[in-house]
């Protein structure tokens, strides 16, 4: 079956510096996509805190209906000084994500041409972080009682399911198949007593059935500190909502910037569309500056379009950004003096 030649994919770029990072990264995803003789259809979803703001919500009632009929969606950033965290990001990525059971957060990180990783020593820096990404820690079980007063008192409770564990842990083991086949597993089982033994039994349950794979159950905070010291040992974690999401930034870190870091969002099955998204926020003390750095962006946009199976587009685009820093045009956070313009103006030239 031959491959479509056009795509549709809404944008949100969100708010601070997603409004500058996602531009940049169109222009660079037409550029390739008019090289490799493909087309994208951009639907401009203008949602996130202006959209709060004048409304009342980060999106339409009808926004997954209106995302439900397009091949992808490409996210900015979320977030803004003067709304509460929880009201933007559950009123938007939350949904999203779960709403379209995008069960996987897949990020890489490595460190990139002309970076250097703040640990002495450290030239190679490659990791996959596969996160669940629809249940776990990030529930929204739980309340709040007497509010206010001296005995007030919160509950939050996580909630892992069997069917959610495989299918991220199936996920996770084809990945590292196709890396070195190496897999770790984060786990607090000595400590949290009912759902991180549940996590581990099923990960080695799955994991049983594919021999060709070398698993290890390794503690959150030890891990945390083997990734500092040894991140080369290191090569595909699967992990729980929480604790992905913090290894992951503790990664990218280690890489050099946070800022260069992308995620997936994904659906495997296809049912519904999958997100692509950088890892950084919104970034509100540079939004607005034109110093933000865009590479986040563009990798997702790059994992988009492998996602969608424009594989060498997908290439091509990180070939470019990788060229682009090689000849030492660097953002600000990575020790150079190009604007978000001037970035975007030098991976184009190698787009084209």
């Known amino acids: 079956m031959s491959r479509p030649t056009a795509y549709t994919v809404d944008v949100i770029a969100g708010d601070g510096i997603g ?45 997954l209906d209106q995302l439900a009929t397009g091949d992808a969606i490409l996210l900015g950033a979320v977030g803004a000084e003067d709304i509460p965290d929880d009201v933007t990001l559950w009123g938007l990525l939350i949904p999203i994500r779960r709403g379209f ?19 002495a020593g450290v030239a190679e820096v490659d990791v996959v972080v596969v996160r669940e990404n629809v249940e776990g820690e990030y529930s929204d079980v739980g309340g709040r009682i007497n509010r206010g007063q001296p005995g007030e008192a919160a509950v939050q409770e996580s909630v892992f399911t069997r069917r959610g564990i495989r299918r991220v842990a199936e996920f996770a083991v084809n ?26 039994e099923v990960v080695a349950e799955v994991v049983s059935a594919a ?6 159950k390794v503690l ?45 969002n994904l ?3 296809g049912r519904h569309p999958s997100m692509f998204e950088p890892v950084h926020g919104s970034a509100p003390d540079i939004a607005g500056r034109g110093v933000a750095n865009p590479v986040g962006q563009m990798w997702a946009a790059a994992m988009m379009l492998d996602h969608l199976g424009e594989h060498a587009g997908a290439g091509a685009l990180i070939a470019a ?32």
Request: net charge neutral; aromatic share 6%; proline share 6%.
């Open 19 to 63: 409004l500058e990072v996602v531009p940049a990264a169109l222009s660079c995803v037409d550029a390739i996509a008019e090289a490799q003789q493909f087309r994208v259809r951009w639907r401009i979803r203008e949602w996130g805190s202006d959209h709060y703001r004048a409304h009342g919500r980060m999106m339409p009632v009808d926004g």
């Open 101 to 119: 059971d995008q069960y996987v957060n897949l990020r890489p990180i490595r460190i990139l041409p002309g970076v250097v990783s703040p640990l």
């Open 175 to 200: 990945h590292a198949r196709s890396r070195q086949g190496k897999l770790i597993s984060a786990t607090k089982s000595n400590g949290i007593i009912h759902t991180m033994p549940f996590w581990d």
């Open 211 to 216: 021999p060709d794979i070398t698993l290890e």
């Open 220 to 264: 959150i905070d030890a891990l945390a500190a083997r990734m500092v010291l040894k991140p080369r040992s290191v090569d595909v974690i699967v992990a729980s909502n929480l604790f992905g999401d913090i290894l992951s930034d503790l990664a990218a870190a280690i890489a050099g910037s946070i800022g260069v870091a992308p995620s997936a």
């Open 267 to 269: 659906n495997p099955p």
């Open 321 to 352: 950004v990788e060229a682009a820093m090689a000849s030492g045009v660097l953002t600000r956070d990575l020790g150079g003096h190009a604007t978000t313009d001037e970035f975007t103006a030098a991976v184009l030239r190698h787009c084209r």
